[in-house]
Every structure is written in structure tokens, then in C-alpha cells.
């Protein structure tokens, strides 16, 4: 038996033309970890609605081991999101997510995603988010997305 057979999520990998999306393993959640320690945005920066890059490079890489272990253990059908982390030349770059909350009845979605500062302005993130979107709408029933950015962050809003 593999993990996939008893919390099926692991078995999800969402493929596009330069990026794998999949939940990552132990050692690639470290590297996220790291990479987000290292920094996910300019220093001064804010571009995210919880202040979760606020703090030391150690306080960052514990908030990726608490959200990924919490995305995890809170899993239901009704209210869920789902975490990926965003592979490139098979290596890890950062996260995206997709989230719903009582799905069954609003069937709308909401996404969320951060890089390592060197994988910016590539067109990652939005590749990835494009991936989870096509996930969504054409294959869990989706009928609404919606997208939260601050009004100063251009990248985001692309």
C-alpha cells in the first residue's frame, strides 16, 4: 500500500507545459520550507492578507510546515483547501492552493500561491493557478472563482 491508497490527495499530480502540481513529500517540504525562508517577496513588501512573511527566516519556514500539516488535517468534502507544491525542472519553487468553503452548496473557489523570490516574473504563478482553476471548473463542478490581491500588487493582479 502506498499513502495515496489511504488519504487519496497524494495521488492528485496537475500537469502543464512547464510545472508539475502535487502535494509534496517530507524532503520537499523541507525546501519549500527554506525556499520560503530565503524570502517570497521584496523586503518592504506586503502582498499577502495574513502576515505570514512577517517574522525571522525560521518564523516562514515553520508557517509552511503548519499550513501544509493543517491543510492536511482539516480536509472535508464540505470545506477543504488543497495545497500543492509547484514543481519546475523537478524541483520545488513554491505553493499554490485552492480552497472552498461549503462547496457543495456555493461551488466557488478561491486560490492563493507564493514563489521563491528567484522563480518571480516568469509566468509560474500564473501557469499554476491557471492549472488549478482548469481543475476546478472543469472537473470538480466549480462555477465561481475569486481572487484576492492588494490594489499595489501588479504581479497579482496580472
Known amino acids: 500500500m502506498t499513502l495515496h491508497d489511504h488519504w487519496p ?61 493543517h491543510r492536511l488535517a482539516t480536509w472535508d468534502p464540505r470545506s477543504w483547501e488543497l495545497g500543492l507544491a509547484v514543481f519546475a525542472d523537478g524541483a520545488p519553487i513554491g505553493m499554490v492552493a485552492l480552497r472552498a468553503r461549503d462547496f457543495p452548496v456555493v461551488r466557488q473557489v478561491g486560490t492563493w500561491s507564493w514563489l521563491g523570490l528567484p522563480y518571480h516574473g516568469r509566468g509560474y504563478g500564473t501557469e499554476a493557478r491557471t492549472a488549478l482553476l482548469t481543475l476546478a471548473f472543469d472537473h470538480l463542478g466549480a462555477t465561481a472563482a475569486l481572487t484576492e490581491v492588494f490594489p499595489d500588487n501588479h504581479a497579482s493582479q496580472g
Open 9 to 69: 490527495l497524494y495521488g492528485l499530480t496537475l500537469t502543464t507545459p512547464r510545472l508539475h502540481l502535487r502535494i509534496p513529500r517530507e524532503d520537499e517540504l523541507a525546501t519549500l520550507a527554506a525556499i520560503a525562508a530565503a524570502g517570497v517577496h521584496r523586503l518592504g513588501e506586503r502582498p499577502f492578507l495574513t502576515p505570514w512573511t512577517e517574522g525571522s527566516p525560521a518564523d516562514r519556514a515553520r508557517s509552511v510546515l503548519r499550513g501544509h500539516w
